[in-house]
């Protein structure tokens, strides 16, 4: 048993020895990287444990013999640790990001309804394409203010403010104003609540948060405060529609929103629809916002292709008589571009399952309750599955050889992005309406590069011109 107890100890050393080097490396906040060069040394399926993580990782495009063929009816990602553990701390029920079983399909199922369903849907194109063509309607102020015919900026925080205007639509069925010039600063600090939050979430991937509260650390305090600006600000958009509606104050025959409608059908819990409702708000913000920081720096690069989506815009809007639900339909360039965006550019590093059997994974024995991890910021950009990774090219798309391959930025199957169908409405509204009415471009000859935030975002800031096409 000696042996043993140094076998152990010999393998303790090891996981917080790597971790140590992981972060010399500045592995925290190049976890992307890191990860494509592994693949390229061992191969497409690495095992690795960095302190409190252990994972099998995987780039595994095939249809057949992934990880994804044998979910499960509750299929399970990773979870974040420290997300559990405020909740637990603060005694907060969890909401399907972080619930497992029957209580996940549950709650899934009636979100579903409301949020993914083509019904759904079809209620909140108006809810979006009002906000996209408000933020229209700012760049064409801005534009006048410079007196230069041009807006140049970073448009991040203009991004933050326009996706937590859209969700909030969504979710509320009422404008917060976040597209004026001067807006409720509780909006703001929920913005940044949430940069600071994912930004302290990073360390304790990997560090048991449960330690780093014992220590009173400065990212679990941070992380905490957070969290709770998050659910004070969330709770109060909450009470507020809660209270119209118990008053009678709105009119229960037109759709109110994911919200009302939710409270309406009381199908869940006043306390699940509030976890809920609290993780979409969240959720809604940085995903989209960047994922468009992204769509607009690559089209600023490829001047063509901005006149295309053009032609395809107008096009479409004619055919469709102004029609949006339509004109959504008959834009597959600019649905490609969207996915072309997130290959090179994905929110998530990877896609996690837990196995619930045992499996074979390219050649190797997978034990049950492995969690594995299927890299995808590495998959875009392996030649081994998209010819030239290094160009934006949303043909590639639309021609056979991408017909086989499946996008996995949103997940996989009954557990993926609940926020899909709302990230995906907003962003391709967002661009038809900035397509239609500005020239977008920046300056040559600036690499941005990534950085992982616990989500992926740019590097560096990066400037926009707005002209009016
Ligand atoms: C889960 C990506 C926008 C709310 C996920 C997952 C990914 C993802 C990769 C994990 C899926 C899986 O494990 O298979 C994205 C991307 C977005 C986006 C790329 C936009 C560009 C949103 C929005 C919302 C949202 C707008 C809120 C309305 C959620 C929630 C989950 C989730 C609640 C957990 C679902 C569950 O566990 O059942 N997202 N997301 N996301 N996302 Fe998104
Ligand atoms: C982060 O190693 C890296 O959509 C980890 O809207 C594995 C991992 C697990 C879950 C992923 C997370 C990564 C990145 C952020 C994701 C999250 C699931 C949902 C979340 C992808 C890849 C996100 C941004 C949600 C967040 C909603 C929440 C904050 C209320």
Known sequence: ??????????????????????????????????????????????REKLGNYESVNSIDPGRRCTVFNTEGLYPERFSVPS????????????????????????????????????????????????????FVKRVYMQIERSQQGRWTADLTNELFRFALESVSNVLYGTRLGLLQDIIDPDAQQFINAITTMFHTT???????????????????????????????????????????????????????????SLLLQDKLPIEDIKANVTEMMTGGVDTTSITLLWAMYELARAPSLQE?????????????????????????LLRATIKETIRLHPVAVTVQRYTTDEIILQNYFIPAKTL???????????????????????ERWLSTDCKHFRGLGFGFGPRQCLGRRIAEVEMHLFLIHMLENFKIETKRGVDVGTTFELILMPDKPIYLNATAS
């Not at 020895?17 to 972060?23: D, S």
């Not at 969890?94 to 029957?102: F, H, Q, S, T, W």
């Not at 083509?118 to 063509?133: C, I, R, S, T």
Request: with cysteine; glycine share 6%.
């Open 1 to 46: 048993s000696s042996q043993a107890i140094q076998r152990i100890a010999g393998q303790l050393e090891k996981q917080w020895l790597n971790l140590y080097r992981f972060w010399q490396e500045d592995g925290f906040r190049n976890v992307h990287n890191i990860m494509v060069h592994r693949f390229q040394k061992f191969g497409p399926i690495y």
């Open 308 to 332: 295309k989506l053009r032609t395809e815009i107008v096009t479409a809007r004619t055919a469709a008589k102004g029609d949006m639900i339509k004109v959504l339909k008959s834009v597959p």
């Open 372 to 394: 594995v991890q299927v890299g995808i910021y590495a998959m875009g950009r392996d030649p081994r599955f998209f010819t030239k990774p290094e160009q934006f090219n949303p």
């Open 202 to 260: 990073t360390p304790m991937l990997y560090i048991p948060p449960d330690f780093l509260r014992r220590i009173s650390s400065k990212t679990w305090q941070d992380h905490i405060t957070a969290w709770d600006i998050i659910f004070m600000q969330a709770d109060k958009c909450i009470q507020k529609i809660y209270r119209d509606l118990r008053q009678n104050r709105k009119s229960t025959k037109e759709y109110m929103g994911v919200l009302g």
């Open 83 to 134: 997300w559990m553990a405020y909740r637990d701390f603060r005694n907060k029920p969890y909401g399907v990001l972080l619930k497992k079983g029957e209580a996940w399909r549950h709650d899934r199922l009636t979100l579903n309804k409301e949020v993914l369903s083509p019904w759904a849907m079809d209620k909140f194109v108006p809810l979006l394409n009002e906000v996209g063509q408000d």
